[in-house]
């Protein structure tokens, strides 16, 4: 069971996860907001966790042109983190909360990490922007990878350099056509 606040559309099978760490460079934080922006524009939903740094990037960057889920480590009422309420709101309003737990449940780390598997089970494709090597986004792309979805990493952090070691499409920032990866999301 998953509680929702605002709409999920069936266009929302259509999705694409975005996710990274809480703590990104600032190059992590524009690619995130730029993948984030192309992919809505291109008819794509936009997953992510609601955290600080990537995940509130790539749904900042969806909500500029398209719709954005965001899957929560608390109940709905329960906005986590609270600096997030503002872009909360904008979210129901272009797309929908959700969360497995009751509607007034605090966040606590395992809840954070349960939530992983509902991000990648509501898309097609994960995409790491920047992680550690130990971190909640490797936890997302190994679910994503076990539901058969595809992941994809940017370059250039250690856990990105660690999925791509094992076998996770490399996205070139420089040489990015947003066209060509939406379809293959889509597909």
Known sequence: VLFVRGALKPDDARAAAIVGT???SETAVETATTLGRELAARGLT???GLA???DAAAHR???ETGRTLAVLGSGIRFIHPQEHTELAEEIVGQGALLSELHPN???RGPQLMARDRIVSGLSRAVIVVEAGEKSGSLDTAAKAKKQGRLVFAVPGSA???QLLAGGARRLEWGSLEFDALAD???R
């Open 22 to 24: 809480r703590t990104p």
């Open 46 to 48: 936009v997953v992510s």
């Open 52 to 54: 600080l740094g990537v």
């Open 61 to 63: 960057g969806a909500l």
């Open 105 to 107: 449940t605090p966040p």
């Open 159 to 161: 856990g990105c350099e």
């Open 184 to 186: 293959e999301i889509a």
